[in-house]
């Protein structure tokens, strides 16, 4: 990764983690002006400098490295985001209208009638005081 000039972290990680992609000390190995693009925006997570950034202050540097971690960047685009979800979802509409679940569909659930159902993502959120129903 320390040839790289940009790097993108698209990662849905583990939240029950303690290890990270890329560790503080990896960011001081690498080259001054490197760009890391965290899409997941995770913060503190897999990228152990990365934090979530606004549109209007959207970088910062950490030992010569540019961050761009602006949360929610796919909906900057929902012409192209509508598009790609629709087209997903489709095949599982039927499904939906019917409750007539998958196996996919089941595992993809996390949130249910307003609860949390994925236990990894409540402990996740319950760890940071954010709201859990």
């Not at 760009?35 to 152990?48: A, M, N, Q, T």
């Amino acid at each position: 990764m320390f040839d790289y000039d940009v790097i993108v972290n698209c990662v849905m990680w583990d939240t029950n983690r303690t290890d990270q992609i890329i560790y503080k000390e990896d960011i001081k190995k690498m080259r001054k002006g490197t760009l890391i693009i965290d899409v997941s925006c995770d913060p503190y997570l897999e990228i152990e400098t990365s934090h979530p950034t606004t549109i209007d202050d959207p970088v910062y540097t950490v030992d010569g490295v540019v961050h761009y971690a602006v949360d929610n960047t796919p909906a900057m685009y929902p012409i192209t985001v509508t598009k790609v979800l629709s087209e997903g979802i489709c095949r599982y509409m039927d499904q939906i209208i019917t409750n007539n679940d998958s196996p996919e569909l089941i595992k993809a659930t996390v949130i249910d009638r307003g609860h949390i159902v994925d236990e990894n993502i409540e402990k996740f959120r319950k760890q940071r005081n954010l709201f859990c129903k």
